[in-house]
């Protein structure tokens, strides 16, 4: 079992910055990708930055040049790293790692999810 905590969530006025970080522990064997979606009340969840473990990201069109997701693989933590905040921004974001496990006869991947972390900006 593999746990996600978040944190760095907050109110910020736009055009300000916040940094979420994701930690994760537990029964940790590969985590592979890892990425924070976000969902904005009565939308669907929505992917805003992905990285793989190499470091290859991608990001939503609506983040590009404003968010940058990293990585520390050592710490098993995910970060995201938002500029120039809009009122549009404003959703729960949540961390998602996809875990990959050996069960001594072949490969499985498990995704999993934190709690979520609330981001409000203000106009």
């Known amino acids: 079992q593999v746990h996600l905590v978040e944190s760095g969530g907050g109110l910020v006025q736009a055009g300000g910055s916040l940094r979420l970080s994701c930690a994760a522990s537990?029964?940790?064997?590969?985590?592979?990708?890892m990425g924070w979606y976000r969902q904005a009340p009565g939308k669907q969840r929505e992917l805003a930055a992905g990285?793989?473990?190499?470091?290859?990201?991608n990001y939503a069109d609506s983040v590009k040049g404003r968010f940058t997701i990293s990585r520390d693989n050592a710490k098993n933590t995910v970060y995201l790293q938002m500029n120039n905040l809009k009122p549009e921004d404003t959703a729960v974001y949540y961390c998602?790692?996809?875990?990959?496990?050996?069960?001594?006869?072949?490969?499985?991947?498990?995704?999993?999810w934190g709690q979520g972390t609330q981001v409000t900006v203000s106009s």
């Open positions: 990285i793989t473990s190499g470091g290859g990201t």
């Open positions: 998602n790692a996809e875990h990959i496990t050996w069960d001594g006869s072949g490969w499985s991947t498990s995704d999993y």
């Open positions: 537990g029964s940790i064997f590969v985590i592979n990708a």
